[in-house]
């Protein structure tokens, strides 16, 4: 990235499958591109779209609480 890429300036969204005790569930990360930091995530037993939209909305908010 060019040095002019400020941490926060880019995210970049994922969800993930992962196995559980009781099966299987899905986290939806929500990754600063520069820092490598993780901004937010979620997690539910199903893959929706509301779970993505859910950590993106949030993204915002959970970042200025970690501060």
Known sequence: LPPSVAPELLWVANVARVETRDG??????????VSHRIVCW???T???TELMLDALKSAPHDRELAG
Do not use: E, K, S, W
């Open 42 to 44: 979620y997690g539910h």
């Open 46 to 48: 199903t893959r929706r």
């Open 24 to 33: 299987f569930g899905y986290v939806a990360l929500v990754i600063d591109v």
